[in-house]
């Protein structure tokens, strides 16, 4: 059974920093690429980073290009979320997602299209 998991999420003040992490079962996602997505209240679920099957492109969303990074360890079969100068408005619950095509070598654009696999979501809370 092919599970992403989620952790690292809290309460933190605004400015603050989080990691996130994704830890992938069931089957190796080395060979995928990975990305994170946010929903907040109210708000359709929205893209936030993605990483290429093999580490060397990344992707972010204007609204956190600059402060949040995503990496990912494939020996351990991780993906991460460093988040950096904290807003209220990054508020919401973050989602890790795998894709399905081994060694796509295309540009992500953010759909949730692009991502087969997802886990149950982290809640992040930035209090101002």
């Known amino acids: 059974q092919v599970q992403l998991v989620e952790s690292g999420g809290g309460l933190v003040q605004a400015g603050g920093s989080l990691r996130l992490s994704c830890a992938a079962s069931?089957?190796?996602?080395?060979?995928?690429?990975m990305g994170w997505f946010r929903q907040a209240p109210a708000k359709e679920r929205e893209f936030v980073a993605a990483i290429s099957w093999s580490g060397s492109r990344t992707y972010y969303s204007d609204s956190v290009k600059g402060r949040f990074t995503i990496s990912r360890d494939k020996a351990k079969n991780m993906v991460y979320l460093q988040m950096n100068s904290l807003k209220p408005d990054d508020t919401a619950v973050y989602y890790c997602?795998?894709?399905?095509?081994?060694?796509?070598?295309?540009?992500?654009?953010?759909?949730?299209?692009?991502?087969?696999?997802w886990g149950q979501g982290t809640q992040v809370t930035v209090s101002s």
């Open positions: 997602a795998g894709d399905m095509r081994p060694y796509y070598s295309g540009t992500y654009y953010g759909r949730n299209q692009e991502f087969g696999y």
């Open positions: 069931g089957r190796s996602f080395s060979d995928v690429g």
